[in-house]
């Protein structure tokens, strides 16, 4: 069976997609997207939707933060694409499902995405930061990233796949260290958290 993404038209994206980077939310934003979703989502095959920038696929991306140090993965040599060896990122997300509809995918989607890619025994605190967009390539041009932070307050977090990702709390330095290695996702939402490119 394909997979069956979550969508939402350009057009109906609360506040529209006329930008780059991070939008900053209000105390608005969460709940106009989450009725946006409920109105106007709707679920297409992956394939289809990754050719029709006319919708775009929403990807809930959490960034775990331990005070001033913020949770590093880094994907091994063992994941199935080769493009993305050695790549980093300090989010967490993945598209929506069919398996998460109901009353409110969004949020729905957002917990099993956690679940399955973080080992964290404690219940998250979701802080929505704001919407993330990128349409200068083809693949940023048909996703659109729903941007939270999680504070672990020092309890534990490790990644579930650890043979596909390596993940540690890193500090300003060794994020900067990283810093050409992070996907563009990353690069966009780290300043909004605090986190520059080295000089």
């Not at 006329?18 to 709940?31: E, Q």
Request: aromatic content about 6%.
């Amino acid at each position: 069976m394909p997979e069956r993404v979550l969508v939402l038209p350009r057009e109906r994206v609360p506040g529209g997609c006329d930008f780059r980077g991070v939008r900053k939310a209000d105390s608005n934003a969460l709940p106009a997207l989450r009725e946006a979703v409920a109105r106007d989502g709707r679920y297409l095959d992956r394939r289809i939707a990754e050719e029709d920038p006319t919708n775009k696929q929403l990807i809930p991306y959490v960034v775990v933060r331990d005070g001033s140090r913020v949770f590093l993965m880094e994907r091994t040599d063992a994941g199935g694409d080769a493009r993305l060896h050695g790549k980093a990122s300090i989010g967490v997300g993945g598209h929506l499902n069919p398996v998460d509809e109901g009353e409110d995918a969004l949020m729905a989607g957002l917990r099993r995405e956690w679940e399955e890619e973080l080992e964290a025994e404690w219940e998250p605190n979701f802080e929505l930061v704001g919407l993330l967009n990128d349409d200068t390539n083809p693949v940023g041009a048909v996703h659109l990233g729903v941007v939270f932070t999680v504070e672990a307050e020092g309890r534990p977090v490790a990644v579930r796949e650890h043979d596909k990702l390596i993940g540690a709390f890193a500090d300003a330095s060794e994020i900067g260290a990283a810093w050409d290695r992070l996907e563009t996702w990353s690069q966009l939402v780290a300043p909004c958290i605090g986190l520059r490119p080295p000089s």
